[in-house]
Structure formats: structure tokens, C-alpha cells
């Protein structure tokens, strides 16, 4: 995954906001649960279809006051591993 890349989370998802610090996001294709925490839900809900992974990392540092330095490659590794778990899918980058 890249910069460049735009991340699309898979129609099967469903997204549960059961806890006040932690939402599930559950694959019904695989059974696979994972619980993400306040961040990560603001990541997921900025996968629009539209935005690079640079854009979605730029919106989090944006919201978040401290958000640290390496935004870009934490923002990059949470969403390579729900690419991995099949919870997104790439679509075409942006040149």
C-alpha cells in the first residue's frame, strides 16, 4: 500500500458502536471480528472511495491536536492490516 492508494471498505462490513473507546467491525465473508479504537474509527469513517491514504492521514492530523509525527505511517499500517483481513479493498490511485 501507498501513499496514493484509495482505500474502499468492503459493502459487507458492518461497523457496531457497542463501546464508548472501541466499535467492531465485523466480516461476515470471513466470521472475522476486530475492534477498533477512537482513531481508527475516525480512519474508517474517512474512507470514502475518494480520499488517498495521504489525504485520510492529512484529515487525521488535522482532527486529532497531538497527533503524532508519524500519522501517515500509522494511518498506513492500520489500513494495510484491514486490507490484509479483507475488511478494505485498494481502488485506482491518484497519479
Known amino acids: 500500500m501507498t501513499?496514493?492508494?484509495?482505500p474502499q471498505v468492503?459493502?459487507?462490513?458492518?461497523?457496531?458502536e457497542e463501546f464508548p473507546d472501541c466499535v467492531?467491525?465485523?466480516m461476515?465473508?470471513?466470521g472475522e471480528v476486530v475492534g477498533i479504537e477512537p482513531v481508527g474509527l475516525l480512519i474508517w469513517k474517512l474512507i470514502d472511495?475518494?480520499?488517498?491514504?495521504?489525504?485520510?492521514a492529512a484529515e487525521v492530523a488535522?482532527?486529532?491536536?497531538?497527533?503524532?509525527?508519524?500519522?501517515?505511517?500509522?494511518?498506513?499500517?492500520f489500513l494495510e492490516n484491514l486490507n490484509r483481513?479483507?475488511?478494505?479493498?485498494l481502488g485506482p490511485q491518484h497519479g
Do not use: H, K, M, Y
Not at 3 to 6: F, N
Open 62 to 77: 488535522a482532527q486529532c491536536q497531538d497527533a503524532p509525527p508519524s500519522v501517515l505511517d500509522d494511518t498506513l499500517a
Open 3 to 6: 501513499p496514493t492508494d484509495i
Open 10 to 16: 468492503q459493502p459487507d462490513v458492518v461497523l457496531t
Open 28 to 30: 461476515p465473508l470471513t
Open 49 to 56: 472511495g475518494q480520499r488517498t491514504v495521504a489525504q485520510i
Open 85 to 89: 483481513r479483507l475488511f478494505i479493498s
Open 24 to 26: 467492531l467491525l465485523f
